[in-house]
């Protein structure tokens, strides 16, 4: 059910530019206004400019990997992250402890928003946050518009009387509230009279990854996850794609990012058994011989993949929960295999003595979801519009990668917040349209 964007690259990549500074993004352009720069990602759009900072410093690992791909005829290149790699904004560059995946950073290097945008518009004092609150339904008037939210806190039942609501509570979310929303002008949940909300659910295609034992010690212990070398040659439509029987293609990513006990679960890649004295010598000797990369694969959205309220299922406060219908299609499940085979290839041309794939697993709960809300201008086919507001009610604003209707082989973050900014940008501007 794949529908184009209702603006291209050119429209974004002014948000782009503007979260890349308010968060502090780190990273080598391989492309400024046309000029392609080698030493970034030859295959990315036109930027209007540089990162705001150069990337995250190579590791062992990370230069083998990049010497290996020049060999190939591919074109590496380090991956942006939103960390600092230098002094930014008030915020020390990264010290590369280690065991931020996943967690926080105790000398705020690592971007986010709870120390970027939000410190920042507290200290305006227009902004409020209630925490430890859940949003149970959103309310409409008569003719349809939003008026504001219900929410609990501390077991009390609070509304929240608000001119314009914007949703920004993730995908799963996003859907399940419209979805319980129900009212006599939205019978069928908020926004939802032409049965869209929940439709082109998708999730990144980020199982079947390939794992490789080396010769020799790697020094991959600790760094960080964003600190990697990436190739894109395999990507999207970067690479011709006569006589393959797929869509879309993937990103290939390889980091330092190791922790003792991942180690002590590793793959023996059937050299040794996986319990016993065996098991603990092959630990002992290639503990610091495997990398696993990182493949983010394009997904697609299809008519019987979904979201959806469960029928039976509750929360502790009596509403439904969300219910994922979804699967991968043959679509990714051939690209999976596509962009595998490159990174066995990449890892051999490195000097693995082994690999071994991973498998794709099932399209379930994940930090990269998509669709539910998409966005577009047909609001036969799409719950926004291309500025993010509801086609049915006007003053509701949905924010996220629910209003996302393709993936790309990416990382959604940034695109998210570059979407975010400019719904804002919209509202601001059109505030007595779309409040009134």
Known sequence: TVEDWPFGLDHLEPYYDIVERELGVSGKAGNISGKIDPRGNIFEGARS???????????????????????????????????????????????YHGFCSRGGCHIRSKGSTAVTTIPKAQQ???LDVVTQAIVTTIEVDQNGRVRGVNYVKGGIEYFQPARVVLLASYVYENVRLLLVSKSKPYPAGLSNNRGQVGRHYFSHNQGAGVTAL?????????????????????ADDNFDHAGLDFIGGGNLWVYSDRRPIAAASMSTFGRAPRWGSAWKAFIRQNADRTNTAYLQKTTLPYEDNYLDLDPGVKDPLGFPVIRITADFKPNERRLAAFVQDRMVEWFTAAGAIATERGGIGTMG????AYGGTRMGDNAETNVVDRWGFSHEAPNLGVLGASVMGTSGARNPTLTVQALAWRTAEHLVRNWKTIAS
């Open 214 to 234: 080396f010769p020799r010690d790697l020094n991959n212990w600790y760094g960080l996850p964003a600190q990697g070398v990436a190739v894109d040659d395999w």
């Open 49 to 95: 400019r540089e990162f705001p900072m150069p990337p995250l410093r190579g590791t062992p690992v990370t230069e083998m990997m990049g010497s290996a791909a020049h060999k190939l005829g591919w074109h590496p290149f380090p991956g942006p992250a939103a960390v600092t790699s230098r002094s930014y904004d008030g915020r020390p560059g990264c010290a």
């Open 124 to 126: 305006t004092r227009r």
């Open 365 to 368: 709960p994940t930090t990269h």
